[in-house]
């Protein structure tokens, strides 16, 4: 099986050959690298290719994550394409967990995300333990989004097959992951971290304001009308976005999930 892991990034030098670093050191290798610099201004692309000469790079220039990603799949040689955010790593094993996972018939496997915030202190995971589903995903993925793409793997004909991320800096993977669970079953890989998440000031996770979720939740609810979601849904899904959008703003987006949980909403 060729894999390819694709990795976008924008004026992240050193965040991101860390995130290179822990690809390279995986216990079973991927096939190539490929790292989407998103009009990079400082010397991100440079010092790339100076450190890691092997990994191909893309130049692009304001596309945003989600279709530096699309640019990265649509140049990759993989049959599976696995992702990683340039200020993520991947944990040991990684790519050998995603790889039984989908071994066992699933076109699409995820695994859990230890998050590390620099912003509000301490760790939480993503999903929280208990709360992974595997299989039928849709229903899931419209209450929250319990998955993030530095986790995944997924065929390469699954994901052109939804046509890939959406414009956009936040809900871009949400909304991805709803069109993708409406024609396949994910897998699982189990509880242990796969994939370890900086929260720091440049995360696009930080700055909750409701200009933003006002993008993310157009995209989400756009996703679930067009693949088809139950009717009771689509309509907890409004509500959700309902009360966002009278609350205003927060922080970052996982102060917005813990405000939801409060709520009920999830």
């Known amino acids: 099986m060729r894999i390819s892991c694709v990795i976008p990034t924008r004026n992240r030098p050193e965040m991101t050959c860390r995130a290179i670093a822990s690809v390279v050191g995986q216990d079973t290798p991927v096939s190539e690298i490929i790292v989407v610099d998103d009009g990079s201004t400082d010397h991100t692309a440079a010092l790339v290719a100076a450190r890691f000469p092997g990994v191909r790079l893309l130049r692009r220039s304001g596309l945003g994550p989600g279709l530096a990603r699309n640019a990265g799949v649509a140049a ?24 039984r996972t989908m071994a066992r018939g699933y076109p699409v496997a995820y695994g859990v995300t230890r998050n590390s915030d620099q912003l509000g202190g301490g760790e939480f995971c993503i999903p929280e333990p208990g709360m992974a589903i595997e299989g039928q ?12 793409p530095s986790a995944l793997a997924v065929e390469t004909e699954a994901f052109a097959e939804v046509g890939g991320f959406g ?60 693949t088809g979601a139950s009717p009771e849904d689509v309509n907890r899904f409004q509500a959700l976005a309902d009360w966002t959008r009278k609350q205003g703003d927060w922080q970052t987006v996982q102060q917005w999930y813990i405000s939801l949980k409060q709520e009920a909403f999830i």
């Open 76 to 99: 990759a040689c993989g049959e599976v394409v696995m992702f990683l955010d340039s200020d993520d790593v991947w944990l040991e094993g990684h790519v050998a967990s995603l790889v």
């Open 137 to 148: 995903c849709l229903a899931g993925l419209a209450r929250w989004c319990f998955l993030v």
């Open 167 to 226: 414009a956009g800096e936040l809900g871009e993977d949400w909304s991805f992951f709803i069109r993708l669970a409406q024609r396949f079953p994910f897998g699982f890989c189990g509880e242990e971290p796969i994939t370890l998440r900086y929260l720091h000031h440049g995360s696009l996770c930080n700055g909750a304001n409701s200009g933003r979720l006002e993008t993310l939740l157009a995209s989400v609810s756009l996703a679930l009308a067009e």
